[in-house]
Nanobody, 125 residues
Framework: QEQLIESGGGLVQAGGSLRLSCADSDDAFSAYAMGWFRQAPGRDREFVAGISWDGDYTVYSDSVKGRFTISRVNAKKTVYLQMHSLKPEDTAVYYC??????????????????WGQGTQVTVSS
């Protein structure tokens, strides 16, 4: 059974950094694109970043471009989200997700089949 488990969330001051991790239980991890999404209270879940199966291609939302970096280590079946220069508006529950079919990441929620349970990131001002 596919399982994605996020970790690394927490409370940080504005301007600080955090690194999120997402471990996949499935050996098929290395064949598919991975993505990070987030959902703030009262708002829709939104795309944050995506990475291709081999790590060669990445895509970011405009709101995090230049501050966040997505990466993966296929041998560890893990994807990361390094977050710098955090802002209060980055506060949200962050979810990792695995594409069900493609090796190149999309930005739409419906492209991702498997989801983690989420990890809370809170940025204080």
């Amino acid at each position: 059974q596919e399982q994605l488990i996020e970790s690394g969330g927490g409370l940080v001051q504005a301007g600080g950094s955090l690194r999120l991790s997402c471990a996949d239980s499935d050996d098929a991890f290395s064949a598919y694109a991975m993505g990070w999404f987030r959902q703030a209270p009262g708002r829709d879940r939104e795309f944050v970043a995506g990475i291709s199966w081999d790590g060669d291609y990445t895509v970011y939302s405009d709101s995090v471009k230049g501050r966040f970096t997505i990466s993966r280590v296929n041998a560890k079946k893990t994807v990361y989200l390094q977050m710098h220069s955090l802002k209060p508006e980055d506060t949200a529950v962050y979810y990792c997700a695995r594409d069900g079919q493609r090796g190149i990441p999309g930005t739409m929620i419906t492209m991702y089949r498997y989801w983690g349970q989420g990890t809370q990131v809170t940025v204080s001002s």
